[in-house]
């Protein structure tokens, strides 16, 4: 069974603080993306990840892909309520191949 | 440049009943992939269509099928509904399967059956 798992499930912080989003798997994916869903809507994808030990920066968001290609991870710097959404990472096999999802990490930032 | 856009956004249904939920693609996709997204869990691969054929399927079964048009719409319809089948539905556009990682997602059909 192919399972990507997120941790921690529920974040709850402060504006302003730091935080890091875990996604683990024992497979090798050929990439990993990382979603923001917000109730009602479908996923957005922030970022794409294809090669080992990749880092991206978006903003106040860097997403790193572990040297394996197994595992991911977001680190958001300066938290801001704008922030606040369920976070989901998911692993492809291949360009265009089916995603397979984490079950989310869902993200609180309180003013 | 309209996204995925998906029909209806909520439905109610009575188990044993059969649904259809459709999703128009982004302009300029031509894949379509379904998932199923119950409350407080991620996204399931349910099946994707391309060429108007089902190129992949998840874990599913029979029950779900679908089709894809000549538009590259696509239908996602479900029979002998069941209370464990009440959930998000959604669909996701990309290029051909081997035309990169970009995928769209619409907002989803809220499904729920009674």
């Known amino acids: 069974t192919q399972l990507l798992e997120q941790s921690p499930q529920f974040l709850s912080i402060q504006e302003g603080e730091n935080l890091t989003v875990y996604c683990n798997s024992s497979?090798?994916?050929?990439?990993l993306q990382w979603y923001r869903q917000e109730p009602g809507e479908g996923p957005v994808l922030l970022v794409t990840?294809?090669?080992?030990?990749e880092v991206k920066k978006l903003k106040r968001l860097t997403f790193q892909f572990g040297d394996a290609r197994k595992d991911s991870s977001l680190h958001i710097t300066a938290a801001q309520p704008g922030d606040t959404g369920l976070y989901l990472c998911?692993?492809?096999?291949?360009?265009?191949?089916?995603?397979?999802f984490g079950q989310g990490t869902e993200l609180s930032v309180k003013p | 440049d309209a996204g995925v856009t998906q029909s209806p956004t909520h439905l109610i249904k009575t188990r044993g009943q059969q649904v259809t939920l459709r999703c128009s693609p982004k302009s300029g996709h031509d894949t379509v992939s379904w998932y199923q997204q119950a409350l407080g869990q991620g996204p399931q691969f349910i099946f994707q269509y391309y060429e108007e054929e089902e190129r992949q399927r998840g874990n599913f079964p029979d029950r779900f099928s679908g089709h894809q048009f000549p538009n590259y719409s696509s239908e996602l319809n479900v029979n002998a509904l069941l209370l464990g089948d009440s959930a998000l539905y959604l669909c996701?556009?990309?290029?051909?399967?081997?035309?990169?990682?970009?995928?769209?997602f619409g907002s989803g059909t809220r499904l729920t059956v009674v």
């Open positions: 998911a692993g492809s096999y291949g360009a265009g191949g089916k995603l397979i």
């Open positions: 497979s090798v994916f050929s990439s």
């Open positions: 996701a556009s990309s290029l051909a399967p081997g035309g990169g990682y970009g995928y769209t």
């Open positions: 990840v294809v090669t080992g030990g």
